[in-house]
Each structure stands twice: as C-alpha cells, then as structure tokens.
C-alpha cells in the first residue's frame, strides 16, 4: 500500500485535492441546479407541486442508492476513475434535461444526474484521507465540503442569471458543457500520468449486501449514518427545490433577495466548515456534542420562522439561513466516524453508507413538504401561501426527531465498544469537574 504523504511534504496532495475539489464543486453545481429552475419546470412541463418535489426526489434517491454500489466501485477501480465517470454521466443527465420534451424525459435525466453525482464527493474525501496526515484530514475534508458547496452559489447567482437572460435549454446545455470539462480535467491530471501514488490501492470487490451488512455491524459508522442523516436535510431542502418558491410566493421577495438569502445560507456553510473539522480534530471524543447541538440549533431557527403567521422582515430571514446553512459541515462529522471506526480497505463503501444518510433524510422532507403543500392548498394552485408553507415546513419535524435519536442510539452503542477496548469517554460532568479543577 503507497505510504500516506504530508500534506506540508507535497505538492502532489494538493493538485489532488484541487483537482478532485474543483470536481465536486461542479457536481453540487448539477445537483442544485433545479433549484432555481423550479417555477420554470412548473411552467415548462405543466406539473403541480408533488410532481416536482417527485423530480428531486427521484434524483436524490438514485444518488442515496448509489452510494454504496458507488464505494465499492471507487474501493475497485479508484477514486480518480470513479469521480470522472460521474462527472461524465451527469453531464449527459444535464444534456438529456435541456432537451426533454415531456416530464417522464426529465425524471430519466434526473436519475442520470443522481447516479452520476454518487461517487463524487465520497471519492474527493477517500483522496484526501490517502494524501493527508490523519490530523489534518477533519480540516480537510471540512474544507472539500465547503468549496463543494460553494456551488450552491455558482447555482443561486450565476445560473439564475443565465436561466433568466437565454432560458432552459441553453442554461441547461451550458452545465453539460462544464460537467464534460470537469471530467477531462479529471483525466487529465490524476488518470493519464499512471502515477500509482495518485490514489489508495485498490482493494478486492465485495456485494452491495455485504458492504451494508458490514456498515451497519459497525456502532462507529452508525453513528456517521444518523449524524450525516440528522445535519443537512433542512438546508437541501431549501437550496433543492422549496427556497426559492418560499421566499418569492410566501414571503413576497423578489427573485435577487431569493437568490441573496440562498448565497448567505452557503456563506454560512462556508464559514463554519473549518472551524467544525477543527474542534472536530481537536475533540475527538466530543463529536457527537457538536452534532446534537448544532441539530437543536437549527430547530429553534425553525420555530421563529414558523411560528408567526405574517412575512418574516428581510434581516430575519438572513438570520434563519445562516443558521440552517450550519447543518453542511454538522453533517461531514459523519464522515470522521467513517474514518475513524471503519476497516481501512472497505472505507470507500463505508462512507458511501454515511452519505446515504443525509439524502434519505433529504428525500423524506424533500417529499413531505410537496405532499404536505398539495394537501392543503386548493385543488390546480400553482402558488402557495404563506399559511401553506407553514404547515408543510413543521412535517420536517419528523426526520429531525428520526435523527436525534439515530445519533443517541448508535453513540450509546459506539461508546459501548469503545469502552471494551479500553477507551473510556468521561462524562460531561467529569470534562466539567476537571476544568474546575485546573
């Protein structure tokens, strides 16, 4: 097995991490692409609100299917491999949308663009781990998500802007375009050299049930599921699909301050990635404290948007997504308990289990908002009111209590078989005491 490099020692780790970053952040780009094109897909394809929440849906249940069929593949034939071969096949998902004549074309093209995005990011991250010290790489994968989803604000800008200004197809035709030229840069600079130090070796190939089985066995990448499950559904939602329609048709914005409170809520991503992978270095056996908190956090953010029933002042809103916007980097912890408990030659299948997480969780508020919002607006309503949008954002509730307890379950069991080999977590009081003390 090629030797890990220091990342201090190598210029080589960073035109990996570049390379494979700048590829993730182009796929983020593809996968919320649709969310500022949501009213024009109403329009374009004559569809009601479930049918579209039903177009994210499926995308992001073929990107949460994929994932572990996608580890075993990036376990097979290497990261590098894997990432360009998604790259390509969201591309062709994204040049299948633009020309889509009817909505079943689109539901085929959004499945393409889900099954093309799984391997990315989990592959990104089995880089990083290769090419840094263990100490470095809770920063580091912190910091691939963030430039990650910062295309979140390549979608809430500059995309708008071209949707806007030419319309669906060229829009469409122009991200094909970047998905191709993120996959030749791909090859270009991690594939064609064969360098064999370029990515981890390879290991043997295993079934999609075994690497579950083995996935779910092990407390420690439980515990990575609930936490990847419990951080970022509520922000996907919002950046996905239901934010734009929201804040326009609900809170009487217009599409720029749309598109502005879309851009704080990655800023705040953005933000607080480097100093969640710090603590989350620094305070290894405290992880799950920043997962809870942050996920009690971002509920109370909820209550003062729900609660009052008149629009919410433009300040507030701010308010609310940059504390929804903390859920990104909540979620990536998931990814260190992968790391940290996982056998190292199945890693790449077990973070694919984790990732599962967040978009399982992401598929059921994705939908539950759709249903909700079509149950209690009128029959052929192709706006909804604030009043609507109240009721259908409070059935979030459900996967935020579905994860609260994944996360105590699975670290109860997690510190259970810590324990037996001998690493004991001291209580809060007992961290309290010694603090005192000192």
Do not use: C, K
């Amino acid at each position: 097995m090629h030797q890990t490099r220091h990342p201090m020692a190598s210029r080589m780790a960073w035109l990996v991490f570049g390379t494979a970053a700048a590829a993730y952040f182009v796929a983020v780009v593809q996968r919320t692409a649709l969310g500022v094109a949501g009213v024009e897909a109403l329009d374009r394809f004559g569809i009601e609100a479930t049918a579209l929440s039903l177009l994210v849906v499926i995308q992001i249940a073929m990107y949460a299917g994929m994932q572990v069929p996608a580890g075993n593949l990036l376990d097979r034939i290497g990261p590098a491999a894997a990432i360009m071969t998604g790259s390509l096949v969201m591309a062709l998902g994204q040049a299948m949308m633009a020309f889509a004549p009817s909505f079943g074309w689109a539901i085929a093209a959004r499945l393409l663009i889900g099954a093309g995005d799984a391997p990315v990011f989990i592959a990104a991250i089995r880089l990083v781990a290769h090419h840094f010290a263990p100490r470095r790489v809770p920063v580091m994968v912190q910091v691939t998500g963030l430039i990650g989803q910062a295309g979140q604000l390549a979608t809430a800008i500059p995309l708008a802007f071209v949707l806007n200004r030419v319309g669906w197809r060229p829009a469409f035709v122009v991200l094909a375009i970047v998905g191709g030229v993120a996959a030749a840069a791909v090859w270009w600079v991690l594939i064609r050299p064969r360098d064999p130090a370029f990515s981890p070796a390879r290991s043997t190939s295993i079934s999609v049930r075994v690497a579950i089985s083995t996935s779910m066995r092990t407390a420690g990448v439980r515990l990575g599921f609930w936490t990847h499950f419990l951080g970022p559904f509520s922000a996907n939602t919002i950046a996905l699909l239901w934010g734009f329609p929201y804040f326009i048709t609900a809170q009487g914005r217009s599409a720029a301050q749309a598109s502005l409170l879309l851009t704080a809520m990655v800023i705040a991503n953005i933000t607080l990635a480097p100093v969640v992978g710090a603590l989350t270095a620094r305070h290894p056996l405290r992880r799950s404290w920043l997962v809870i908190g942050g996920a009690v956090v971002i509920a109370l953010a909820w209550v003062t948007i729900l609660l009052p029933t008149t629009p919410r002042p433009l300040w507030q809103l701010i308010a609310f997504v940059l504390v929804v916007g903390t859920g990104g980097p909540m979620s990536l912890i998931g990814m260190d308990f992968a790391r940290t408990h996982a056998v190292s030659e199945r890693l790449g299948s077990a973070t694919g289990f984790v990732n599962m997480g967040g978009f399982i969780s992401t598929i059921i508020s994705v939908l539950l908002v759709g249903v909700v919002l079509q149950v209690v607006s009128p029959a052929g309503a192709s706006e909804y009111t604030l009043g609507e949008f109240r009721v259908a954002f409070a059935s979030l509730s459900v996967p935020w209590i579905i994860g609260v307890v994944g996360v105590f379950t699975s670290r109860r069991d997690t510190r259970a078989v810590m324990a037996a080999e001998g690493v004991l977590v001291p209580s809060v009081r007992e961290v309290w005491r010694r603090y005192r003390a000192r």
